[in-house]
């Protein structure tokens, strides 16, 4: 009951990737119909990754206090709402406005999903389980890029706006039909104990704690740095080597299919790495992938170093949403929820300084630029990960 229980979160997470990364294809496209910058069109990716990002101070205690599976489900139903309004916007700043929209509701489907998921799994078990729940999310970001351009081209931007909204809706029955069909997924909703009000202090005081500060702190960077350029390479595809969105799209899920290749061997990644080998790997990985991908020549080129920067995001990034779990056990959803809060901010900042960037200098100064800080994260945060464990010895 618990692994169709996860796969139903896994769907929810495979449709707020999609998401997330649909408009990534279809940003010149954008700047083309609404006559701005590359950069400016931008500001539709910003804009959902920061209501993305702050909603997380309401829903982290909502969940703690009403049930996670219960608020993933609500929110995946409320997600159809703003993803059709995104779909009819009659101009470039009303689209901006929907996806904020979209983003307050699409945010709380993943850090909820991993939150519940800590509650009901065992910590040796974690890991491996929420590597194979990132599959959906792995998974939908491919669709998001890939299809995104391949609708765009033939039938235009709103299209993947349609086709995500009709699936917010029916993988929202399926949540509804199995809270009420699995007594497990009403697990974790504390509603003697916990307020909202008591959420939000609890999430704040969460900040008192060094672990806490570290892990979100590491996290604000790598999305800064990951996100913020990751946006961008559909558009580096297009403009450099003059593809249609098409082609881009589908040569950027090479990234789905690297964190896929993670994905399926995450247990002998762990025992064979560990979490601090994992994080100095994942870091090389991404250096090495955006290395690739600044310097690579011709365009079938970038597909091996898109797929790197897969296998490299998931490792650093699989290593800290499993210690984002275990942080604060106490108050999971709100420290998960803290997490994900971090992480958008650090990705609408992110996307805001690379849009300015590209517009000055072009994308390859920005991944040559998070090639070096995403090394240099990746080996801090193992070294983090070394105090940690002498000062849980000691």
Known sequence: MTNRAVF???LAAFASAASL?????????????????TGSAASVVTAFAISYGLLQAIYGPLGDRYGKYLMVCATTLASALGTFACAAAPTLDVLVLARFGAGATVGALIPLSMAWIGDVV????????????LLGQILGTAFGQSVAGVLGEHYGWRAIFIVLG???????TLLLLELRNNPITRRSANEATVTIGAGLARMAGLLTQRWVRIVIGTVFLEGMMMFGSIAFIPTHLQQRFSLGPAVAGAMVSAYAVGGVLYALSAKRFVAGL????LAAGGGLALAAGYLWLALAPVAWASVPGIALIGVGFYMLHNTLQVNATQMAPAARGSAVSLFALCLFTGQSVGVWLAGRVVD???TAVVFLAVSLGLALLGFSFRWQLNIQARSARA
């Open 122 to 133: 065992a910590y040796e078990q974690r890991q491996a389980l929420i590597a194979r729940f």
């Open 8 to 10: 139903l979160l896994s």
């Open 166 to 172: 009709v699936l917010y809706l029916v993988v929202g």
């Open 274 to 277: 560990g979490e601090r080998g």
């Open 360 to 362: 000055a200098y072009g």
């Open 21 to 37: 990364r649909a408009t990534d294809t279809l940003l010149p496209q954008l700047a083309a119909e609404f006559s701005v910058t």
